[in-house]
């Protein structure tokens, strides 16, 4: 089941998801949404500031070897099948798009 997620999206946690893929398509937008090192006693989950301030071309590459890494380690149902990226050239602001497929087995 493939399914895109934006990481420019309102994050409403549902505490009780209905379904499976619900809870994975939550989770991943939780692991786009955080900074590593800011969940307190889980300093290593989210996604590493390291790209900010970086030009775009050398943010994109890290964000995508940054998302990957995160995705394949705190959510391994979700597998990514595209990361892109919608730039704001105004702010410099990059939102990721990701095209996923739910592992729900």
Not at 72 to 96: K, Q, W, Y
Request: charged content about 20%; overall charge negative; glycine content about 2%.
């Amino acid at each position: 089941m493939i399914r895109t997620i934006t990481g420019d999206e309102r994050l409403v946690i549902n505490f009780a998801p209905a379904t499976i893929v619900e809870e994975v398509l939550q989770n991943v937008a939780t692991i786009l949404s955080t900074v590593r090192y800011t969940a307190p006693l889980y300093r290593d989950f989210g996604i590493s500031a390291t790209a900010l301030d970086k030009p775009t071309i050398a943010a994109e590459s890290i964000l995508i070897a940054e998302i990957f890494d995160a995705i394949e380690m705190f959510e391994p149902r979700a597998e990514i099948l595209n990361v892109s990226f919608v730039r704001d050239e105004f702010t410099g602001r990059l939102s990721p798009h990701l095209e996923v497929n739910i592992n729900a087995t």
